[in-house]
């Protein structure tokens, strides 16, 4: 069963845009919640993540929005570049040695 | 972050012969390592759990005794498809945790 649902499946915006993807969760127990950026033939790479005690982070361009009580969470990337194009993946999981639950990624094309 | 160094990158193999993967966390002690796969275009889908010292934790519907997991040490994790076929051809990818996940930067496998 999917435990995390990503939206939209592609995107694509103007150099200088900001692409937001969206995540929603089911499992209210899951405490941390990560986004990956991912170029082809390449592993994921860790972007920023979020913990439930904050509704908002950021890291240079990007900012993480998160809703406790609507059980979503969303990547805002300020001032996109075509570099930025990539896949990026939600996911969510616990505090600690366990493995994460992936969303099904968002291709992100950034046009000049 | 952690450093998660993973090989080979890249590896063809002949369909029924075995081919290992190796996962090193390259700056700290790894107690458990996770092995994912990922299809052409989809997300990211846990195989197994790799644990130092004892046996690995399978996913559903993940053949025990094709993918064979050894956790021999605290940094290295290794995954062998044995008798591979053209259907396991598939990109591979390990990961750790320490506070964060980290990837490594994956194995694209090609049974020919």
């Not at chain 2, 290992?20 to 989809?42: G, H, N, V």
């Not at chain 2, 005794?65 to 008798?83: E, G, P, Q, R, Y």
Request: contains cysteine.
């Amino acid at each position: 069963q999917q435990q995390v649902k990503q939206s939209p499946q592609s995107l694509i915006v103007q150099k200088g845009g900001i692409p937001i993807i969206n995540c929603a969760y089911e499992n209210t127990a899951f405490d941390y919640f990560p986004w990956y950026q991912q170029f082809p033939g390449k592993g994921p790479a860790l972007l920023i993540a979020i913990r439930p005690d904050v509704s908002e982070k950021k890291e240079g361009r990007f900012t993480i929005s998160f809703n406790k009580s609507a059980k979503q969470f969303s990547l805002h990337i300020m001032d996109s570049q075509p570099g930025d194009s990539a896949t990026y993946f939600c996911a969510a999981g616990y505090s600690g040695n366990t493995p994460l639950v992936f969303g099904k990624g968002t291709r992100l094309s950034v046009i000049a | 972050g952690a450093v998660v160094s993973q090989h080979p990158s890249r590896v063809i193999c002949k369909s029924g012969t075995s081919v290992k993967i190796e996962c090193r966390s390259l700056d700290f002690q790894a107690t458990t390592m996770f092995w994912y796969r990922q299809f052409p275009k989809q997300s990211l889908m846990l195989m197994a759990t790799s644990n130092e010292g004892s046996k690995a934790t399978y996913e559903q519907g993940v053949e025990k005794d094709k993918f064979l997991i050894n956790h021999a040490s605290l940094t290295l994790s290794t995954l062998t498809v044995t008798s591979a076929h053209p259907e396991d051809s598939s990109f591979y990818i390990c990961a750790t945790v320490n506070t964060e996940a980290f990837f490594g930067q994956g194995t694209r496998l090609t049974v020919v």
